[in-house]
């Protein structure tokens, strides 16, 4: 059904990724399926890596880690933003584009009155996606 699993995941707070990466290594090894752990950084770096060769290194220790802990195949993608705060959501969308995947899951939190006037991350990319989206909280 799947065959590439898109999970963004935001390496300054992994945690928060947990139980999408666990729904998307369940569906990975239901469909034999490869999940991704895309990841996206400034070209300038930021708090987690000084530069974006930094971070790569970060995000592939952190999917060959998690590979290892959910027994499943899980590669890692990085994409460089000129500003991450502006371009997160278009940059995940490129992301999708760039591998190929066909399902992104995606870690998000429970709506509040906020998100109507600035919708979450993950409700940007359900809205513009052309692939399946799954979005865990």
Request: charged letters at 20%; glycine letters at 6%; a negative charge.
């Amino acid at each position: 059904m799947y065959s590439k699993i898109l999970v963004p995941v935001d390496l300054a707070h992994p945690d928060r990724s947990s139980k999408a990466l666990a729904s998307a290594a369940a569906m990975a090894r239901s469909f034999a399926a490869q999940v991704i752990c895309v990841g996206v950084t400034s070209a300038l770096g930021g708090e987690v890596a000084a530069d974006p060769r930094e971070f790569a290194n970060k995000l592939s220790d952190f999917a060959k880690g998690q590979a290892e802990a959910l027994g499943c195949e899980i590669s890692a993608h990085t994409v460089i933003s000129r500003d991450m705060e502006v371009e997160v959501d278009l940059e995940l969308l490129n992301a999708i584009e760039q591998t190929g995947a066909d399902l992104i899951v995606m870690a998000s939190h429970a709506p509040k009155l906020t998100d109507l006037l600035w919708p979450s991350n993950g409700g940007r990319v359900a809205s513009h996606a052309k692939i399946s989206v799954m979005l865990v909280r």
